[in-house]
T-cell receptor, first 117, second 112 residues
Framework: AQKVTQAQTEISVVEKEDVTLDCVYETRDTTYYLFWYKQPPSGELVFLIRRNSFDEQNEISGRYSWNFQKSTSSFNFTITASQVVDSAVYFCALSDAFSGGYNKLIFGAGTRLAVHP | EAQVTQNPRYLITVTGKKLTVTCSQNMNHEYMSWYRQDPGLGLRQIYYSMNVEVTDKGDVPEGYKVSRKEKRNFPLILESPSPNQTSLYFC???????????FGDGTRLSIL
């Protein structure tokens, strides 16, 4: 069955620290998509990245980077030199062909990141 | 501006009084979906629609109905709301299902 686990409920760091948010997923499919979304205190959901299962290259976008490892079923998200504006809840999500033909999106419970000045 | 618009943003109502939360997108997206967000549970999918007149259940469809009569609109209907449906609801859309979704700003429902 599909499942996404974000074991870290809350993380608190001081500005400029690096922080990694963990995401572990379960799927029986060989073809699937992984996503990260950000929910700042204002409440909206902002798309960060989509990765398909055949692309194992790590991604870097400014201070953000993602490490996709199929061997450990993980898709971790690292923020380098964190800033107060990074404070948000971050969600990892999965869709695969087995469950509803990519129509179902399964979210993890989210990790709340607090970055203190 | 590309957007997903939900109304109302906030609603307090009573058990059993039918309500509809509207959702409209202006991006000509085929795929639309409804989620509810509850503390500690993340977002859970209620219903989704692949195109006009094509809808299917997500993981928590009980107590909800949807319709997709036009491409841009995907209303969520609570025929007889109950307190356990108190939650934050999000509508989302994307070109097709495996693409990144655009989310509305959310609707906070309180059922007393």
């Amino acid at each position: 069955a599909q499942k996404v686990t974000q074991a870290q409920t809350e993380i608190s760091v001081v500005e400029k620290e690096d922080v990694t948010l963990d995401c572990v997923y379960e799927t029986r499919d060989t073809t699937y998509y992984l996503f990260w979304y950000k929910q700042p205190p204002s409440g909206e959901l902002v798309f960060l990245i989509r990765r398909n299962s055949f692309d194992e290259q790590n991604e870097i976008s400014g201070r953000y980077s993602w490490n996709f490892q199929k061997s450990t079923s993980s898709f971790n998200f690292t923020i380098t030199a964190s800033q107060v504006v990074d404070s948000a809840v971050y969600f990892c999500a999965l869709s695969d062909a087995f469950s509803g033909g990519y129509n179902k999106l399964i979210f993890g419970a989210g990790t709340r990141l607090a970055v203190h000045p | 501006e590309a957007q997903v618009t939900q109304n109302p943003r906030y609603l307090i109502t009573v058990t059993g009084k039918k309500l509809t939360v509207t959702c409209s997108q202006n991006m000509n997206h085929e795929y639309m979906s409804w989620y509810r967000q509850d503390p500690g549970l993340g977002l859970r999918q209620i219903y989704y629609s692949m195109n006009v007149e094509v809808t299917d259940k997500g993981d928590v469809p009980e107590g909800y109905k949807v319709s997709r009569k036009e491409k841009r609109n995907f209303p969520l209907i609570l025929e007889s709301p109950s307190p356990n449906q108190t939650s934050l609801y999000f509508c989302a859309s994307s070109l097709v299902s495996n693409q990144p979704q655009h989310f509305g700003d959310g609707t906070r429902l309180s059922i007393l």
